[in-house]
T-cell receptor, first 114, second 117 residues
């Protein structure tokens, strides 16, 4: 299944299926992107990141795809497990003076059905 | 990656009182960040705390309401002052953690769930 992370939608998938969570980012100057997973009662946990000079990066069971032309980012989770149930946030990062600015997406809730 | 200890994990406070949240990191970090997260919503940056200088606040947040201390490179506190029910939220501290991923990663504490009654 797929979802667009604009209004904290819920994506419901069956255990074992692949999940795709989408994110539209806002700033063409953003040069670094991060996906976070937040379980109930916990802080956001880093999943995977990607620089703007890359279009794909793979981790363990997760893949991030970046399409700068349409300012779109996606997180693919292979063989989704019940432990993947959480809210997923994308974040874009860009230089702001001597520091960096982090812009957070609204989040997508992933529910994995056993 | 950095390990953050945030205290308290939750608290219920009376309106008009203040609560100080502590954030301890297991390594020295230049920048520490304080966020607020309303239930079911995304994160909103309150301020950035650099050691040795005053914190930089985002629009809508002021030092009188959210004073921050940053006495050294491993510790920071955020105080929520003169609390009202509207301050009920999750407060998170975060640090820049270049050991994660391929860029400017950030690690978060487990958060402080504040309820003001």
């Amino acid at each position: 299944g797929e979802s667009v992370g604009l209004h904290l939608p819920t994506l419901s998938v069956q255990e074992g299926d692949n999940s795709i969570i989408n994110c539209a980012y806002s700033n063409s100057a953003s040069d670094y992107f991060i996906w976070y997973k937040q379980e109930s009662g916990k802080g956001p946990q880093f999943i995977i990141d990607i620089r703007s000079n890359m279009d794909k990066r793979q981790g363990q069971r997760v893949t991030v795809l970046l399409n700068k032309t349409v300012k779109h980012l996606s997180l693919q989770i292979a063989a989704t497990q019940p432990g993947d149930s959480a809210v997923y946030f994308c974040a874009e990062s860009l230089a702001a003076g001597n520091n960096r600015k982090l812009i957070w997406g609204l989040g997508t809730s992933l529910a994995v059905n056993p | 990656s950095a390990v953050i200890s945030q205290k308290p994990s939750r608290d219920i406070c009376q309106r008009g009182t203040s609560l100080t949240i502590q954030c301890q990191v297991d390594s020295q970090v230049t920048m520490m960040f304080w966020y607020r997260q309303q239930p079911g919503q995304s994160l909103t940056l309150i301020a950035t705390a650099n050691q040795g200088s005053e914190a930089t606040y985002e629009s809508g947040f002021v030092i009188d309401k959210f004073p921050i201390s940053r006495p050294n490179l491993t510790f920071s506190t955020l105080t929520v002052s003169n609390m009202s029910p509207e301050d009920s939220s999750i407060y998170l501290c975060s640090v820049e953690d270049l050991s994660t991923g391929v860029g400017y990663g950030y690690t978060f504490g487990s958060g402080t769930r504040l309820t003001v009654v």
